[in-house]
């Protein structure tokens, strides 16, 4: 008799990663319209959640022992005078907060006429790689979204929502200056990505 305990396999970890390759993969190889449909939906999420820097880290210290939930833990000011918030969802809106169509579309043709974010200037997209993208995400959140450490805003804690962390400090002068460059960026790298995603995914067979 083998004494040895028999081991379950581990569980594939399931991330944006994995969702954004199996979506991939349903598109170029599966044959159900359906199928195909949602996937498309997913992608045109997933490629911009990946490029959002708070969705692709989780902060660890003595204040978040059980981690920071991409910033949702961290409470923060805009200004003095402002409501406090939690640190994803001031990275969430820092482009725009609008639901406005014509709003929405005429922001996005200003990112697209900035000279600084002509194709040919965003040296970024030569990484094509899933995970390329995951990657600056984490090394803007790490350096930039949380100050090299996590020192900025201060914690939720048994809260149910930042608005009532009334002594949620405001942000250091400049930060939203850059959070909102930095944003702009991620928006139009998004844009030129998910467009050429697109084209290698539905491209008809000759």
């Given at each position: 008799m083998d004494n040895h305990r028999a081991h379950k396999p581990e569980p594939e970890s399931v991330n944006i990663l994995t969702a954004m390759?199996?979506?991939?993969?349903?598109?170029?190889?599966?044959?159900?319209?359906?199928?195909?449909?949602?996937?498309?939906?997913?992608?045109?999420?997933?490629?911009?959640?990946?490029?959002?820097?708070?969705?692709?880290?989780q902060l660890f210290t003595l204040d978040y022992p059980n981690g920071d939930r991409g910033g949702n833990q961290i409470c923060i000011r805009v200004t003095q005078a402002g409501q406090p918030l939690n640190l994803h969802r001031f990275w969430d809106g820092a482009i725009t907060s609008s639901s406005k169509l014509t709003r929405l579309r005429n922001e996005a043709t200003a990112l697209r006429n900035r000279r600084e974010f002509q194709r040919s200037q965003l040296t970024e997209l030569a990484s094509t790689g899933f995970e390329s993208w995951a990657r600056e995400s984490f090394e803007i959140a790490t350096k930039i979204a949380y100050r090299n450490g996590g020192r900025i805003g201060i914690p939720k804690g048994g809260n149910r929502d930042c608005r009532e962390v009334q002594t949620a400090p405001v942000l250091p002068v400049g930060y939203v200056h850059n959070a909102s460059w930095i944003a702009d960026r991620r928006m139009i790298l998004a844009r030129y990505r998910l467009a050429d995603l697109l084209t290698r995914v539905t491209r008809i067979p000759d």
């Open positions: 390759a199996e979506n991939q993969r349903i598109l170029l190889n599966d044959n159900d319209p359906s199928r195909k449909v949602i996937a498309l939906a997913w992608l045109f999420h997933l490629v911009g959640d990946i490029h959002q820097p708070l969705h692709a880290v």
